[in-house]
């Protein structure tokens, strides 16, 4: 057997080639190998230089505890009538917020994951099924935590459900707002950056560069990462007002409602219920264009939608406060204290008369309830009652039906403000000041205004009428329609006795509307009267018209018994008639006194002393120009014999002779299938009127028979005052 001979490898390369490959090699190595130690020594010296120079403060800073801020709202004033009675204040309640993850839907994958992590042993998390087991354990949780809640609480599933996904909704918004325009700036970025570029030198320039390139590429990645806001991570309100019986057991258990907060709050509340519901108005969320232009407001702030709330906003509102919370690590929470403190809002002093506000809109109700018991198949309707100062348009009552309960805004259930709003008669509209129907024969006092300032009439002269203007089927007298009669010969005193309509008929067209419709708008129709409430509407009064040829306006003669084109609000009939009562001057209604100063810590408020108040000082009465007191004075003579001849609309022998009042009636045609509109506006005492008010039922039929009863109740009511 031949013995095996061996071969090296190094005999097929020259040792000179040898030396050369292994040398270039073994230099590569060895300056890699000292490039590392060089970097490793920079850190290690890096890391002594921090320790030495910083490391004790570190030390300080990381056992510091977290700071959390966070707003507390402020306190709304009160609003309060003339007496002192309160009719709005805030209330301190106890929320029950709950953490985002415990809500969202589905659970955050994430969270789901870590959260059944820091349950597990190491070993267990390396384990798939006590991984699996472990997360359907903490969703499990989260149902029954809802659960819960739910039954403490009193609150429905489905309204759980919706409010749950309210908060969802707005927390997707903002995070997807937040994020879309990072992946804008993030894009803009890229563009103008642009990729890697080649950089020439040699070998250190080129190494610097690719660092650099691994530097960048590590902090900002090639692909857009969407980030998670602070909603995410924060408890959000799901119940606003909690009892406390609730608050004591999610106190006393809290093992037994995880992610459960509870949270101070103010809750805006209306102790008297409907009453004056309309005049106050009511709550509601600030919307994205206030949030916007204004930075003193935020989305968990409640703002005046309606009413005094909202035209008194920023008297009423407190602004908000911050409170810092410090906590260790694990949450515990070690201190709290405001660095802000939060303000009170100052007290509304209202000129209303809880008492007469309160037998007005009894008398209202019980107005609408007959017409719904007399028209059982008729649609819902409403009405309005007004009284005023005379002397200063301070109003004394205010009501408008139907109503609501403007409590319902501060519950937190969208189902019961949609009911609301769905409901038949709109209860939400307040026909006080938003209404405007025709007026009907009320107007006939502005009708006689202009007649008689412009010479048209004489008081005293008589007109004949026959029951109808032209002709028999249109433009005629509610007797004629009766009874197939007319008034026979009337004057200015007799046709606003009796109501006659061709009397203003006949005049009116002879005038033409030119004069009419100044000396309406002198009394105030076709323009708001000014009243510190929100959303007042004009009215309309027809455009003045130049006078025919042949000489008569018949464009002039609807409007002038209140009908046609004229439509009117209860407040400006009311301010006409106060206009009437007090020699000639058109008052602007107010319903705001005065301020009261804020709510002390006590509870107390100074409202009761006048070194308190400060008085708002409303426009003086405004003297109409050119109005002649003679002709005030044949007007009040027509107005006070409505209520005291036995001819007249609102005469009532029974109690003609226990109050003193003046007044007219108005039935007003609507042009449809529906009963007229009722109005009687009328001012007390007769002999020297401190009170205007009105009372306007709609679709109720002849005023003598519906709103005359009404406002009969209503003075012998004012008389008392």
């Keep these: 057997m031949r013995p095996t001979r061996y071969f090296h490898w190094e005999r097929f390369q020259p040792a000179s080639s040898r030396r050369t490959v292994g040398g270039d090699s073994l230099s590569r190595m060895r300056t890699g190998f000292v490039g590392f130690l060089l970097l490793l020594a920079v850190v290690f010296g890096r890391l002594v230089q921090l320790e030495a120079t910083q490391g004790a403060a570190f030390r300080i800073e990381a056992a510091k505890p977290l700071q959390r801020e966070h707003l507390v709202p402020g306190v709304r004033g009160r609003i309060l009538a003339a007496g002192g009675a309160v009719l709005a204040c805030d209330r301190e309640t106890r929320a029950l917020a709950v953490h985002y993850r415990w809500i969202e839907e589905p659970a955050d994958p994430d969270w789901l994951r870590w959260t059944a992590r820091s349950r597990l042993t190491r070993a267990e998390r390396r384990d798939q099924q006590r991984m699996a087991d472990a997360k359907a354990e903490l969703l499990a949780e989260r149902r029954a935590l809802t659960q819960r809640v739910i039954r403490l609480t009193g609150i429905s599933q489905p309204q759980w459900d919706e409010r749950a996904r309210r908060i969802r909704a707005r927390v997707e918004h903002i995070r997807d707002s937040v994020n879309r325009r990072r992946k804008e700036d993030f894009e803009h970025s890229r563009q103008s950056n642009g990729g890697t570029s080649e950089v020439a030198g040699n070998f250190w320039t080129r190494t610097k560069a690719a660092l650099l390139d691994i530097l960048r590429s590590s902090s900002e990645s090639d692909q857009f990462e969407p980030i998670r806001v602070a909603e995410e991570y924060d408890y959000h309100v799901m119940i606003d007002d909690v009892s406390l019986e609730a608050v004591a057991a999610i106190e006393g258990n809290p093992e037994q409602y995880p992610a459960v907060q509870l949270v101070a709050r103010q809750r805006r509340t209306y102790p008297e219920g409907k009453l004056l519901a309309h005049v106050l108005g009511y709550l509601g969320a600030v919307d994205a264009e206030k949030l916007a232009s204004d930075d003193a407001y935020h989305p968990e702030d409640r703002i005046g939608r309606a009413g005094l709330e909202r035209s008194y906003e920023q008297a009423l509102r407190g602004t908000p406060g911050v409170a810092v919370e410090q906590t260790d690590r694990s949450g515990r929470i070690l201190s709290a204290y405001y660095r802000l403190e939060p303000t009170v809002g100052r007290d509304l002093l209202l000129t209303i008369d809880a008492s007469l506000q309160r037998a007005a809109e009894t008398l209202l109700e019980q107005a609408l309830q007959r017409r719904r018991l007399q028209l059982v198949d008729a649609r819902a309707a409403g009405g309005a009652i007004l009284v005023l100062n005379a002397r200063t348009g301070a109003v004394l009552a205010a009501a408008s039906a139907p109503a609501f309960d403007p409590n319902v805004f501060g519950d937190n259930d969208p189902a019961a403000v949609q009911e609301l709003l769905e409901m038949p008669g709109n209860p939400l509209f307040n026909r006080s000041v938003q209404m405007a129907i025709p007026p ?282």
């Excluded at 202009?450 to 433009?475: F, H, K, N, T, V």
């Excluded at 008052?587 to 100074?606: I, K």
């Excluded at 008085?615 to 014999?641: C, H």
Aim: some cysteine; glycine content about 12%; charged content about 20%.
């Design 440 to 721: 009907g024969s009320v107007f006939k006092v502005a009708t006689a205004t202009a007649l008689l300032q412009e010479g048209a009439i004489r008081p005293g002269e008589p007109m004949e009428c026959r029951g109808y203007l032209r002709s028999p089927d249109r433009l005629r007298c509610a007797v004629f329609r009766r009874h197939g009669v007319g008034h026979g010969p009337v004057t200015l005193s007799d046709a606003l006795c009796v109501s006659c309509n061709v009397y203003f008929l006949h005049h009116a067209g002879r005038l033409g509307w030119t004069p009419i419709a100044q000396w309406a708008w002198n009394l105030g129709f076709g323009r708001p009267t000014g009243i510190d409430l929100p959303e007042e509407v004009s009215g309309r009064l027809p455009m003045p018209r130049p006078l025919p040829e042949d000489g008569i306006d018949r464009s002039a003669e609807l409007p002038s018994i209140g009908q046609g084109d004229l439509t009117a609000t209860p407040i400006q009939v009311v301010r006409m008639m106060a206009a009437v009562a007090n020699g000639g001057k058109l008052v602007t209604p107010h319903l705001v006194r005065g301020y009261g100063l804020p709510v002390a810590d006590d509870g107390t408020s100074g409202v009761e002393s006048p070194a308190t108040e400060d008085f708002v000082v409303p426009p003086p009465p405004e003297p109409i120009e050119g109005l002649s007191p003679a002709v005030l004075e044949a007007i009040r003579d027509g107005l006070v014999r409505t209520v005291t001849d036995p001819a007249g609309t609102a005469y009532d022998g029974d109690g003609a002779s226990s109050i003193s009042w003046a007044g007219k009636t108005g039935t007003a045609e609507t042009g449809i299938d529906e009963q007229e509109h009722a109005w009687f506006a009328g001012y007390a005492p007769a002999d020297q009127p401190r009170v205007a008010f009105v009372v306007v039922l709609e679709h109720a039929g002849d005023a003598s028979e519906s709103a005359v009863p009404v406002a009969k109740r209503l003075a012998m009511q004012i008389s008392r005052l």
